[in-house]
Protein backbone atom coordinates (compact mmCIF):
# COMPACT_ATOMS: atom_id res chain seq x y z
CA UNK A 1 0.00 0.00 0.00
CA UNK A 2 2.81 2.52 0.85
CA UNK A 3 4.25 1.61 -2.43
CA UNK A 4 1.31 2.56 -3.98
CA UNK A 5 1.03 5.66 -2.41
CA UNK A 6 4.48 6.37 -3.05
CA UNK A 7 4.16 6.04 -6.68
CA UNK A 8 2.11 9.03 -7.23
CA UNK A 9 4.83 11.68 -5.42
CA UNK A 10 6.05 13.86 -7.77
CA UNK A 11 9.31 13.15 -7.38
CA UNK A 12 10.73 14.42 -11.10
CA UNK A 13 9.84 17.96 -10.55
CA UNK A 14 8.50 18.51 -7.36
CA UNK A 15 10.47 16.09 -4.82
CA UNK A 16 13.63 15.26 -6.35
CA UNK A 17 14.62 11.73 -6.42
CA UNK A 18 17.87 12.15 -3.31
CA UNK A 19 15.46 13.59 -1.62
CA UNK A 20 13.74 10.35 -0.76
CA UNK A 21 14.29 7.47 1.65
CA UNK A 22 16.41 4.30 0.69
CA UNK A 23 13.66 2.28 2.04
CA UNK A 24 10.16 1.91 3.20
CA UNK A 25 9.42 4.74 4.86
CA UNK A 26 7.98 2.30 8.18
CA UNK A 27 11.03 0.47 7.89
CA UNK A 28 13.25 3.03 8.33
CA UNK A 29 10.98 4.28 10.96
CA UNK A 30 11.44 1.14 12.77
CA UNK A 31 15.07 1.15 12.31
CA UNK A 32 15.09 4.47 13.60
CA UNK A 33 13.05 3.54 16.81
CA UNK A 34 15.70 0.35 17.25
CA UNK A 35 18.38 2.69 17.21
CA UNK A 36 17.04 5.56 19.45
CA UNK A 37 16.56 2.41 21.65
CA UNK A 38 19.72 0.82 21.99
CA UNK A 39 21.28 4.25 22.67
CA UNK A 40 19.03 4.99 25.70
CA UNK A 41 19.73 1.57 26.91
CA UNK A 42 23.83 2.67 26.37
CA UNK A 43 23.03 5.93 28.19
CA UNK A 44 21.03 4.07 30.96
CA UNK A 45 24.14 1.75 31.64
CA UNK A 46 26.41 4.57 31.70
CA UNK A 47 24.72 6.56 34.27
CA UNK A 48 24.24 3.25 36.29
CA UNK A 49 27.99 2.62 36.49
CA UNK A 50 28.64 6.35 37.41
CA UNK A 51 26.49 6.13 40.14
CA UNK A 52 27.84 2.57 41.39
CA UNK A 53 31.33 4.77 41.27
CA UNK A 54 30.09 7.58 43.01
CA UNK A 55 31.12 9.77 40.86
CA UNK A 56 28.26 12.64 41.04
CA UNK A 57 24.59 12.50 40.98
CA UNK A 58 23.55 11.07 37.97
CA UNK A 59 20.09 12.44 38.14
CA UNK A 60 19.69 14.67 35.06
CA UNK A 61 17.43 12.39 32.71
CA UNK A 62 16.53 14.40 29.91
CA UNK A 63 16.61 12.92 26.14
CA UNK A 64 15.26 13.97 22.95
CA UNK A 65 14.01 10.25 22.28
CA UNK A 66 11.29 11.10 19.03
CA UNK A 67 13.44 13.52 17.56
CA UNK A 68 16.89 10.79 17.52
CA UNK A 69 14.42 8.31 16.15
CA UNK A 70 13.34 10.59 13.48
CA UNK A 71 16.90 11.65 12.66
CA UNK A 72 18.25 7.86 12.19
CA UNK A 73 14.96 7.31 10.17
CA UNK A 74 15.93 9.87 7.60
CA UNK A 75 19.55 9.03 7.56
CA UNK A 76 20.66 6.53 4.56
CA UNK A 77 22.42 3.73 5.07
CA UNK A 78 24.98 5.02 2.85
CA UNK A 79 25.91 7.65 5.02
CA UNK A 80 24.85 5.35 8.50
CA UNK A 81 27.82 3.33 7.26
CA UNK A 82 30.20 6.11 6.48
CA UNK A 83 29.49 7.29 10.02
CA UNK A 84 29.87 3.42 11.83
CA UNK A 85 33.54 3.36 9.72
CA UNK A 86 34.57 6.40 11.19
CA UNK A 87 33.64 5.93 14.52
CA UNK A 88 35.43 2.55 14.53
CA UNK A 89 38.63 3.69 12.54
CA UNK A 90 38.95 6.48 15.70
CA UNK A 91 37.66 4.16 18.93
CA UNK A 92 40.77 1.63 17.35
CA UNK A 93 43.16 4.61 16.74
CA UNK A 94 42.16 5.89 20.04
CA UNK A 95 42.35 3.15 22.43
CA UNK A 96 45.99 2.46 20.85
CA UNK A 97 47.31 5.71 21.85
CA UNK A 98 45.70 6.23 25.26
CA UNK A 99 48.11 5.39 27.09
CA UNK A 100 47.67 6.19 30.94
CA UNK A 101 44.18 7.66 30.46
CA UNK A 102 42.77 4.78 28.86
CA UNK A 103 39.86 4.36 31.39
CA UNK A 104 39.32 8.36 30.37
CA UNK A 105 39.50 7.39 26.86
CA UNK A 106 36.78 4.19 27.40
CA UNK A 107 34.28 5.96 29.43
CA UNK A 108 34.37 9.41 27.01
CA UNK A 109 34.40 7.07 23.92
CA UNK A 110 31.61 5.67 25.22
CA UNK A 111 29.62 9.02 25.82
CA UNK A 112 30.53 9.79 21.99
CA UNK A 113 29.19 6.67 20.39
CA UNK A 114 25.34 7.17 21.32
CA UNK A 115 24.67 8.48 17.34
CA UNK A 116 26.92 6.38 16.05
CA UNK A 117 25.77 3.03 17.94
CA UNK A 118 21.99 4.24 16.60
CA UNK A 119 23.53 4.22 13.03
CA UNK A 120 25.00 0.88 13.74
CA UNK A 121 22.09 -0.81 14.94
CA UNK A 122 20.08 0.64 11.90
CA UNK A 123 22.48 -0.18 9.08
CA UNK A 124 22.80 -3.41 10.78
CA UNK A 125 19.56 -4.35 10.90
CA UNK A 126 19.46 -3.09 6.70
CA UNK A 127 21.49 -6.01 5.50
CA UNK A 128 20.46 -8.14 8.04
CA UNK A 129 16.95 -8.06 6.90
CA UNK A 130 17.18 -7.26 3.36
CA UNK A 131 15.86 -9.09 0.84
CA UNK A 132 13.53 -10.98 3.71
CA UNK A 133 9.55 -11.25 2.19
CA UNK A 134 8.26 -10.10 5.95
CA UNK A 135 11.07 -7.58 6.54
CA UNK A 136 8.31 -5.78 8.24
CA UNK A 137 7.23 -7.77 10.98
CA UNK A 138 11.12 -8.64 11.76
CA UNK A 139 11.82 -4.84 12.00
CA UNK A 140 8.69 -4.56 14.79
CA UNK A 141 9.44 -7.73 16.38
CA UNK A 142 12.97 -6.00 17.18
CA UNK A 143 11.68 -2.25 17.61
CA UNK A 144 9.25 -4.13 20.32
CA UNK A 145 12.11 -5.73 21.68
CA UNK A 146 14.22 -2.63 22.06
CA UNK A 147 11.68 -0.66 23.34
CA UNK A 148 11.37 -3.43 26.08
CA UNK A 149 14.86 -3.08 27.22
CA UNK A 150 15.03 0.38 26.81
CA UNK A 151 12.22 0.88 29.15
CA UNK A 152 13.68 -1.88 31.58
CA UNK A 153 16.85 -0.01 31.41
CA UNK A 154 15.03 2.69 32.66
CA UNK A 155 13.52 1.73 35.55
CA UNK A 156 16.46 -0.32 36.92
CA UNK A 157 18.18 3.61 36.77
CA UNK A 158 15.53 5.09 38.72
CA UNK A 159 15.15 2.42 40.80
CA UNK A 160 19.11 2.31 42.02
CA UNK A 161 19.12 6.09 41.81
CA UNK A 162 15.52 6.23 44.75
CA UNK A 163 16.55 2.77 46.84
CA UNK A 164 20.41 1.72 46.02
CA UNK A 165 21.84 3.41 49.48
CA UNK A 166 19.06 2.17 51.65
CA UNK A 167 18.86 -1.28 50.02
CA UNK A 168 22.47 -1.95 49.95
CA UNK A 169 22.56 -1.58 53.87
CA UNK A 170 19.57 -3.47 54.59
CA UNK A 171 20.43 -5.88 52.29
CA UNK A 172 17.00 -7.44 51.15
CA UNK A 173 16.71 -6.09 47.28
CA UNK A 174 17.83 -8.34 45.30
CA UNK A 175 18.90 -6.05 42.37
CA UNK A 176 20.54 -4.03 44.80
CA UNK A 177 22.52 -6.68 46.23
CA UNK A 178 23.70 -7.93 42.61
CA UNK A 179 25.08 -4.27 42.08
CA UNK A 180 26.69 -4.48 45.15
CA UNK A 181 29.11 -7.63 44.50
CA UNK A 182 29.35 -7.37 40.80
CA UNK A 183 28.87 -3.58 39.79
CA UNK A 184 32.15 -3.69 38.82
CA UNK A 185 31.54 -6.14 35.55
CA UNK A 186 28.82 -3.61 34.30
CA UNK A 187 31.41 -1.61 32.61
CA UNK A 188 33.61 -4.50 30.74
CA UNK A 189 30.28 -6.18 29.99
CA UNK A 190 29.23 -2.93 28.44
CA UNK A 191 32.44 -2.42 26.34
CA UNK A 192 32.68 -6.15 25.19
CA UNK A 193 28.76 -5.57 23.97
CA UNK A 194 29.63 -2.44 22.09
CA UNK A 195 32.41 -4.32 20.24
CA UNK A 196 30.43 -7.25 19.27
CA UNK A 197 28.04 -4.52 17.99
CA UNK A 198 30.06 -2.63 16.22
CA UNK A 199 32.06 -5.42 14.52
CA UNK A 200 28.77 -6.59 12.99
CA UNK A 201 28.16 -3.43 12.19
CA UNK A 202 31.72 -2.58 9.92
CA UNK A 203 30.73 -6.12 7.86
CA UNK A 204 27.18 -4.52 7.32
CA UNK A 205 28.69 -1.04 6.54
CA UNK A 206 31.10 -2.12 3.93
CA UNK A 207 28.37 -4.57 2.01
CA UNK A 208 26.20 -1.77 2.09
CA UNK A 209 28.79 0.96 0.63
CA UNK A 210 29.90 -1.39 -1.76
CA UNK A 211 26.54 -2.20 -3.16
CA UNK A 212 26.70 1.19 -4.83
CA UNK A 213 29.51 0.24 -7.23
CA UNK A 214 29.32 -1.15 -10.25
CA UNK A 215 32.99 -1.92 -11.01
CA UNK A 216 36.22 -2.23 -8.83
CA UNK A 217 37.49 0.85 -10.44
CA UNK A 218 34.59 3.14 -9.05
CA UNK A 219 34.58 1.67 -5.32
CA UNK A 220 38.51 2.51 -5.92
CA UNK A 221 38.00 6.06 -6.51
CA UNK A 222 35.73 6.21 -3.58
CA UNK A 223 37.74 4.34 -0.74
CA UNK A 224 40.85 6.30 -1.41
CA UNK A 225 39.75 9.43 -0.77
CA UNK A 226 37.58 8.35 2.45
CA UNK A 227 40.67 6.80 3.57
CA UNK A 228 42.89 9.84 3.66
CA UNK A 229 39.99 11.65 5.20
CA UNK A 230 39.25 9.28 8.20
CA UNK A 231 43.22 9.05 8.76
CA UNK A 232 43.68 12.95 8.53
CA UNK A 233 40.46 13.84 10.51
CA UNK A 234 41.89 10.49 13.36
CA UNK A 235 44.79 12.31 13.93
CA UNK A 236 43.63 15.63 14.18
CA UNK A 237 41.28 14.87 16.65
CA UNK A 238 43.79 12.71 19.37
CA UNK A 239 46.11 16.25 19.13
CA UNK A 240 42.90 17.83 19.80
CA UNK A 241 41.43 16.14 22.50
CA UNK A 242 44.89 16.66 24.51
CA UNK A 243 44.97 20.45 24.12
CA UNK A 244 41.31 20.55 25.03
CA UNK A 245 38.52 20.07 28.17
CA UNK A 246 37.17 16.45 27.54
CA UNK A 247 33.08 18.04 27.15
CA UNK A 248 35.07 20.84 23.94
CA UNK A 249 36.82 18.45 22.58
CA UNK A 250 34.19 15.88 22.00
CA UNK A 251 32.00 18.98 20.47
CA UNK A 252 35.23 19.99 18.39
CA UNK A 253 35.55 16.69 17.09
CA UNK A 254 31.72 16.14 15.93
CA UNK A 255 31.71 19.22 13.93
CA UNK A 256 35.71 18.38 12.67
CA UNK A 257 34.66 14.99 11.46
CA UNK A 258 31.33 15.58 9.97
CA UNK A 259 32.51 18.59 8.34
CA UNK A 260 34.88 16.73 6.86
CA UNK A 261 32.83 13.92 5.85
CA UNK A 262 30.61 16.40 4.11
CA UNK A 263 33.77 17.98 2.45
CA UNK A 264 34.24 14.53 1.00
CA UNK A 265 30.66 13.73 -0.09
CA UNK A 266 30.35 16.99 -2.08
CA UNK A 267 33.47 15.50 -3.79
CA UNK A 268 32.87 11.78 -4.30
CA UNK A 269 29.57 11.88 -2.87
CA UNK A 270 25.49 12.31 -3.92
CA UNK A 271 23.31 15.07 -2.88
CA UNK A 272 21.31 12.24 -0.84
CA UNK A 273 25.12 11.62 1.57
CA UNK A 274 25.30 15.76 1.82
CA UNK A 275 22.16 15.99 3.54
CA UNK A 276 21.90 12.94 4.96
CA UNK A 277 25.04 14.61 6.92
CA UNK A 278 23.59 17.46 7.95
CA UNK A 279 20.78 15.40 9.58
CA UNK A 280 23.84 13.38 11.34
CA UNK A 281 24.70 16.74 13.01
CA UNK A 282 21.47 17.25 14.49
CA UNK A 283 21.36 13.56 15.74
CA UNK A 284 24.51 14.44 17.34
CA UNK A 285 23.71 17.16 19.00
CA UNK A 286 20.64 15.72 20.18
CA UNK A 287 22.26 12.89 21.81
CA UNK A 288 25.62 14.58 23.32
CA UNK A 289 24.10 18.30 24.39
CA UNK A 290 21.67 16.57 27.18
CA UNK A 291 24.02 14.12 28.18
CA UNK A 292 27.28 16.37 28.22
CA UNK A 293 27.09 15.59 32.35
CA UNK A 294 28.26 12.10 31.78
CA UNK A 295 31.26 13.71 30.24
CA UNK A 296 31.97 15.66 33.21
CA UNK A 297 31.32 12.79 35.48
CA UNK A 298 33.60 10.61 33.46
CA UNK A 299 36.51 12.94 33.92
CA UNK A 300 36.20 13.60 37.50
CA UNK A 301 35.91 9.91 37.83
CA UNK A 302 39.51 9.54 36.44
CA UNK A 303 40.92 12.64 38.35
CA UNK A 304 39.46 11.05 41.50
CA UNK A 305 41.25 7.93 40.56
CA UNK A 306 44.69 9.61 39.74
CA UNK A 307 44.01 11.78 43.13
CA UNK A 308 43.72 8.38 45.43
CA UNK A 309 46.33 6.75 43.51
CA UNK A 310 49.42 8.53 45.02
CA UNK A 311 47.84 8.24 48.17
CA UNK A 312 47.29 4.33 48.26
CA UNK A 313 50.94 3.94 46.72
CA UNK A 314 52.09 6.28 49.79
CA UNK A 315 50.25 3.54 52.37
CA UNK A 316 51.56 0.94 50.80
CA UNK A 317 55.37 2.17 51.28
CA UNK A 318 54.85 3.42 54.73
CA UNK A 319 53.85 -0.43 55.54
Known amino acids: MLSFITSFLPTSYLLPGWFTLDTNPVDSLLQGLVGACGISVLCSLIRLHLFLEKSGKMCHLSSFFLFVTGMLAVVGSRVASLVVLEFCLRAVSGWVTAGPDSRKFLLQLLVQSQFSLGCALSCSLNFLHEGASQRWLCLLLAAALSWFLARQA ?33 LPMLCRTMIITFSVAVVAAVSIINQHFLSATEALRFWTPLTICYTLLVVYMQEDQHRLPGGQAVLNAVVVRLGGLMVLMLTVGRWADVLHILMCFLGEASCLIPNKDLLDAASSQVSDERRRRPQAQEKEHHR
Do not use: F, P
Not at 157 to 173: I, N, P
Open 154 to 186: TRLLHHVMALYKLHSSQRYCGICMSLLTSGRCL
